[in-house]
């Protein structure tokens, strides 16, 4: 059996992955989950998975979790430190990073120090982190295999094809909740709107994103380090039914589509039984049911996010850095009923031309601008209250 880490377990993809597991009946052994504070979820995983190691970054809420489970062999650990041991000293033959937000660039780093095998899931590894990971891939033990689905899609379309025969990366987008109303009304959305997501069930922050289309942006910054290729070479396009979730067009002027249902169960699956194929939990795709399938140019004035990401990606250094921590504090803002939804995009611009930029961060750098910058979001999100 294959040994398999899952950072975020209690998460939407870290759920998903353990129905996955579960399918694939006894080819993976779960060696280590974690979790936020959910430690109700993480409980009922560690009875039913019996895994060696738990990590809650909330030491409170570790320390009753070891008391629950002190009949248990398990190993319960807290905090970030507690994430790098987990990726970083014991062994696996997949880490499947599924965490949400900057805490999940350092466990990376750990695994790929060590020579892993990473199922990624989470953004902000490599938008925030992707001048530093992509150093680490020249390792031959290393290898990223991305689970977003656009990611994931594009990851099938290039196999057994070379870099030089690419000629553009195209990321499909649904358009979000919004894509249909005027711009004009975008300043009275209520957070349950921005939730309502037409085709995907994410998580909260995710699905905001979507709305805003920064996780179309983020999804940008991240193909330039998994593809290797430059931001003008990577397209966006809005994809209202979200059933070809990415393409590539070839130098010859062929362009490759991989299409689906939205379920992430299907790329999550590609990925634990990659290179191979078997039979899956998702529904086949039923293209008579479709009918149509319909692509249009993103409104860069009305979603102002992509725009940001595209020049925070091209700029490098800090600049990324600054944009993700800017949006996460303004989406928590948001979804808490503190600001307007189009807030969420004059925050993250303000501290994107108000915050010293920086080349080439070292770790503890990243996370020093990534404090910064957010604490530089809070006091703007306080202007717009």
């Not at 996955?20 to 998975?49: C, F, M």
């Not at 990223?144 to 870099?163: M, R, T, W, Y």
């Not at 250094?317 to 189009?342: H, W």
Request: charged share 25%; glycine share 8%; with cysteine.
């Amino acid at each position: 059996m294959k040994r398999i880490i899952i950072l975020g377990s209690t998460g939407s993809i870290g759920t998903q992955t353990l129905e996955v597991i579960e399918h694939l009946s006894d080819d993976w052994n779960v060696i280590g989950l974690t979790a936020n504070t959910n430690i109700d979820l993480l409980e009922k995983q560690a009875n039913k998975y019996k895994p060696e190691f738990l990590v809650v970054m909330d030491e409170y809420h570790a320390e009753k979790l070891k008391n629950r489970l002190a009949d248990q062999a398990v190993e319960v650990l807290s905090g970030p430190a507690g994430l790098n041991y987990l990726a970083g000293q014991v062994e696996s033959d997949l880490l499947i990073n599924a965490l949400v937000g900057a805490v999940g660039l350092a466990p990376t780093v750990a695994a790929l120090e060590k020579g892993s095998r990473i199922g990624l899931a989470n953004k902000e590894t490599l938008v925030i982190g992707g001048e530093i990971i992509e150093k680490y891939l020249s390792n031959p033990l290393n290898k990223i295999l991305p689970i977003d689905s656009e990611h994931n899609a594009v990851f099938q379309l290039l196999a057994g094809h070379k870099e030089k025969e690419i000629a553009k990366i195209i990321l499909t987008a649904s358009g979000g909740p919004f894509l249909n109303l005027e711009k004009d009304r975008l300043e009275t959305v209520t957070v349950k709107e921005a939730l309502n997501h037409p085709n995907w069930d994410m998580g909260g922050k995710i699905t905001i994103d979507s709305a805003t289309m920064m996780n179309k942006g983020l999804e940008v910054i991240e193909a330039h380090y998994l593809f290797k290729q430059p931001y003008d070479k990577i397209k966006v396009v809005i994809h209202p039914e979200s059933i070809v979730h990415s393409m590539v067009e070839f130098i010859d002027s062929s362009i490759m589509a991989e299409l689906g249902v939205a379920d992430m169960r299907i790329p999550i699956q590609n990925i634990l039984t990659y290179p191979e194929r078997v039979s899956s939990l998702g529904k086949n795709l039923d293209l008579f049911t479709v009918g149509a399938l319909n692509f249009e140019e993103p409104d860069f004035e009305k979603f102002p996010a992509l725009s940001l990401a595209y020049t925070a990606g091209k700029e490098g250094g800090s600049l990324p850095v600054i944009l993700n921590a800017a949006n996460e504090v303004a989406v928590m803002g948001f979804l808490a009923n503190k600001i307007r939804f189009t807030d969420i995009t004059y925050i993250v611009e303000k501290v994107m031309d108000s915050y010293e930029r920086k080349d080439n961060p070292l770790l503890e750098e990243i996370y020093m601008i990534d404090k910064e910058a957010r604490e530089m979001a809070e006091g703007v999100m306080k202007e717009c209250y």
